[in-house]
């Protein structure tokens, strides 16, 4: 679309973590937020980004010991694996 025309859903989607994060320019938020102001679909998607966002960032951060033992597992897996066919 035009530099005055209305953003796309596809638009809007490729800069819905821009616009979170606070990395648009005035007249992008501005445009954003015309479309989501119209669009239930995109404004619903944006809300759903801002949830995960909210929740993966509320998530303590994963300990190496508990990444060491999923490979030790997976590592245990793989060696019992049955063989032929």
């Known amino acids: 679309m035009g530099?005055?025309?209305m953003l796309?859903?596809?638009?809007v989607a490729d800069r819905s973590s821009a616009l979170i994060d606070g990395e648009?320019?005035?007249w992008q938020s501005l445009r954003m937020r015309l479309h989501?102001?119209?669009?239930?679909?995109?404004?619903?998607?944006?809300a759903q980004m801002r949830?995960?966002?909210a929740l993966t960032e509320a998530l303590p951060?994963?300990?190496p010991p508990e990444?060491?033992?999923i490979d030790a597992i997976l590592s245990r897996?793989?060696?019992?694996?049955?063989?032929?066919?």
């Open 3 to 5: 530099a005055c025309g």
């Open 8 to 11: 796309s859903c596809k638009e």
């Open 24 to 26: 648009l320019g005035l």
């Open 36 to 46: 989501l102001a119209m669009c239930h679909g995109c404004a619903h998607f944006l």
């Open 51 to 53: 949830a995960t966002r």
């Open 61 to 63: 951060p994963s300990d």
């Open 67 to 69: 990444a060491e033992r």
């Open 77 to 85: 897996l793989h060696d019992e694996k049955p063989t032929g066919g």
